[in-house]
Each structure stands twice: as C-alpha cells, then as structure tokens.
C-alpha cells in the first residue's frame, strides 16, 4: 500500500524520549522511535522532526521559578538541541541517515537552519532534524513544528504523544472516555482539547495544514498514520 503522505513534520516531545522515566534520555525509548521511524523511510515518505526538550528544561518552570524568562527558554532550546544530538546519533547506530539543523547557532556543533539546504536532505531522503525549536523564547517546540512543517511543504504534522488520539477526557482518568477519529481545528480550539498549543493551532488551520495525534508507543502506529489508516486523531480544516 502507498503512503498518502509524501513529506512529514514529525514532532517529537522530550517527554517522549524519557519513556517512564522523570528526566533525561531514555536510550532504548529512542532506538524504538528510531525502528518506527526507519519504517515510514522504507515507504519512500521523507521525514523532518522538531524536537521538544521538556524533559531536560522547559523554560516558562523555571521563569516560574524566579528565573529570567528569555534566559530561561534560551536554556529549553539547547535542552531540545542535546536531545536532537542524542536522537541523530540513535540514527547513526541504526543507518538512518540524518542531518541537524538548529535555529540557534551553535555551528561547531551542528548546522544552522537553512531551508533551501534542509529540502534538499529531504530530497535525499535523509532525515532532518531540527533543533532549537523557533529559535526565538517564548514560543514552543509545537509551533516551531507548525512553522517549519509549512516551511518544509510538509503534507501533514505528526504529533507524537503517550496517549494514541484525542480524547473527550483524559483516558488514563476516565474509562469511558472517548477518542475523536477525527476533528476540525475549531472544534479542537473551541473545546480546549491539549493538542497542541493555540499558536501552533492556529498556524495549521490558516495554513490548512493537517495534525494527526497519535502514540509513538504503539508498534506500528505511525506507519498506519503515514497509509492513512484511522490511527490517532486526525484534526483538518
Ligand atoms: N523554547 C523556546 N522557543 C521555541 C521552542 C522552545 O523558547 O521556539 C524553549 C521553551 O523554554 C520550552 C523549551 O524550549 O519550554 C522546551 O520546548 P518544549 O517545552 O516545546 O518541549 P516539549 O514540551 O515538546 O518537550
């Protein structure tokens, strides 16, 4: 079967890369993201990632801490670029290969975000990785997923969470809790429905840019994301 979408935007929360752990990198977690991803490769679907850091910092905690707010999301944004390096060097180990690219510059370490060379490695069929989120504090690693998802020409954004979908509760808290097949971007911004931040929301709907919510955890789960099949939530316009 084809995939229905040529390019993704996959974005990766640091939650995920922790697994059940509090804090940090979880090296097995992110071998399984690294299996699932190489999968979707195989379908010839070309593969960018925005990567979160909140499980190594999140800026708007520690501003809430006392902490200079700017200072403190520039220190969230390295936290996402130590979590690309970990997750580029996974790719390394399983010959998936891919590039970094960060917003901030940090060139002895990885490379600057530059768009015209980034669609090129897409081209390729090398995996991007983008660092550093938007490059600018106060803005998170979903609507830098949004932005460079448009900027990529991506067909759709793959929100990677813990839970398989959007709920109309939490599902961890509630049995009968149901989870949407699909939704329209008002009804997630008018219902409050944590998908993703408004920003991020609201760039994808004016762009009429797909979000499909769906759990990384799940063997199989993206591929079936990247056939189409009902796999998570799928919000359009
Ligand atoms: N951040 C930022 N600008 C951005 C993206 C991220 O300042 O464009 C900072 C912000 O402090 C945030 C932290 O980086 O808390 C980690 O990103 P995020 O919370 O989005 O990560 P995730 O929740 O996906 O793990």
Do not use: W
Not at 65 to 82: C, E, H, I, K, P
């Amino acid at each position: 079967m084809p995939a229905v979408y040529k390019r993704i935007l996959l974005k990766l929360s640091g939650e995920a890369l922790m697994g059940d752990a509090q804090y940090g990198i979880d090296r097995t977690v992110i071998e399984r993201i690294v299996i699932e991803i190489a999968g979707v490769l195989q379908l010839g679907v070309e593969v960018a990632i925005v990567v979160g850091g909140g499980n190594i910092f999140r800026g708007i905690k520690s501003a809430g801490d006392g902490m200079d707010r700017v200072t403190a999301d520039y220190m969230g944004m390295l936290a996402t670029t130590m979590n690309a390096l970990a997750l580029h060097d996974a790719m390394r180990r399983n010959d998936v290969v891919s590039r970094v690219q960060s917003a901030l510059r940090i060139d002895q370490v990885v490379e600057p975000y530059i768009r015209g060379k980034a669609l090129r490695y897409l081209e390729e069929h090398k995996v991007v990785i983008f660092a550093a989120g938007t490059g600018n504090p106060f803005f998170t690693t979903d609507t830098a997923a949004a932005l460079r998802g448009m900027e990529m020409n991506a067909n759709i954004v793959l929100k990677a969470t813990k839970v398989d979908g959007i709920y109309t509760s939490d599902p961890l808290e509630n049995k009968e809790a149901e989870r949407f097949s699909k939704l329209t971007f008002d009804e997630a911004i008018n219902r409050n429905l944590q998908v993703m931040d408004a920003t991020a929301l609201t760039l994808c709907r004016d762009q009429k840019l797909p979000i499909n919510v769906f759990s990384i955890f799940k063997t199989g789960a993206l591929k079936r994301v990247v056939l189409g099949e009902d796999e998570g939530t799928l919000v359009n316009v």
